[in-house]
């Protein structure tokens, strides 16, 4: 007799059917909610550049290159013109105030101070003529009046004498008179010419003095003129180092023209050049420093031109203590200029990264899970070696700061 089998529900097949399909929805829903769905790629440790995010104290400074120059130079520019006799110091060496330099003939110039000299000296000996002159009409001046004070001495006796004669009736009018008008006429003779002798007695004095103002000044051209050929002769004025150009005896040198400098070497400064984005940052006081023989030294800055040629201006900067011993004029420097400030900060290490991220993201490695994951960040100032950062990491942060161009839109490195 048939037996009728009965259908089992839960036969092996259908529950492993079940239990699979249970779990690739489950596998589904972790994939949806749980797992890291951001894209990744694998990259070689080895090349890439990873450093610690610190905290200490942020410089905010710039790099520059500057050159060595004297604190003071003198330049030796050529009074006269003339060609080279002799070269009595060469370039380089050290010059005391006084010593002479160059020895230069001029010819031209010899002849023609012989013939200012010659018109001085004429000069000189007319206006002397003129004021013997005028000495001469001053005597002669007086010599009139002392004539006439001798006939007034003689006359006036002789007048009171016929008046008292006149008046007892011993002489006539007519003697009387003559006398009496002889002694008046000189009297009044006196007073005209003694007026006439103060009038020019002044104006004497006023051409006397002008004669000698005159004749001093001519002194002092004559003395002027006689240096003129002094000046073919250079001298020293300071004490120093010497620089010429390439000169040579007989070499023609104009008036005016630059043949070299002489160098205080007991001072010097640093010219630096600047990147023109900085000028609206750039003020005296400004502080710098550079190693010289293992040795840091400190300057500042001292003066400003703000002109700008080729993108770039130049400052001088001064040493704030001792110059190095054994620098030199031409020496190039590299000289770390403070613009701000030291403070402390959060600090990451520059890099290509900022390049690619525009310091607005990094890969920050977790050494735990070998993985580096996107974090935005905030950078603020930035020296040529930190960057000082505001917001997104701390002390500690391990940062690939090596260029981001070949991870493309990845957001997880898988470090190997």
Known sequence: MDRKIEKKTWTPKFIAIIAGGTLLVGFVLYQLIFADSRSSMNVNKDRITIATVIEGEYTDYIPVSGTIEPGEVFFLDAIERGNIQQIVRESGALVDVGDTILILTNSNLQLDVMQRETDLYFQINNLRQTRLLLDQNDLSQQGQLAEIDYQIN????????????????????????????????????????????????????????????????????????????????????????????????????????????????????????????????????????????????????????????????????????????????????????????????????????????????????????????????????????????????KPGDRVIVSGYENFGKNEVLNLK
Request: charged share 30%; net charge positive; hydrophobic share 30%.
């Open 154 to 393: 003689l006359l006036k006796p002789q007048y009171e004498r016929f008046k008292e004669l006149h008046s007892k009736k011993l002489i006539s009018d007519r003697e009387l008179e003559e006398v009496k008008e002889q002694y008046e006429y000189n009297v009044k003779r006196k007073r005209l010419t003694y007026e006439s002798y103060r009038n020019d007695s002044v104006a004497r004095s006023i051409q006397k003095r002008q004669l000698r103002d005159s004749e001093s000044r001519m002194m002092q051209s004559l003395n002027g003129v006689g240096h003129i050929l002094d000046n073919l002769v250079v001298r020293a004025p300071i004490k120093g180092q010497l620089t010429t150009q390439q000169i040579e005896v007989g070499q023609s040198i104009n008036a005016g023209e630059r043949y070299g400098q002489i160098d205080i070497l007991d001072k010097f400064k640093v010219k630096v050049q600047i990147d023109e984005l900085y000028l609206p940052r750039i003020s005296t006081g400004l502080k710098g420093t550079f190693t010289f023989s293992g040795t840091s030294y400190e300057i500042e800055i001292d003066k400003i031109y703000p002109n700008v040629t080729g993108g770039r201006f130049e400052v001088d900067m001064v040493f704030t203590g001792e110059a190095p011993t054994g620098i030199r004029r031409g020496q190039t420097v590299r000289i770390g200029l403070e613009l701000g400030e030291s403070k402390q900060a959060i600090l990451l290490p520059t890099g290509g990264f900022y390049k690619d991220t525009g310091g607005n993201w990094v890969f920050v490695v977790d050494e735990a899970t070998g993985r580096a994951e996107k974090r935005n960040i905030r950078l603020n100032r930035k020296n040529p070696e930190h960057y000082e950062v505001i917001e997104g990491l």
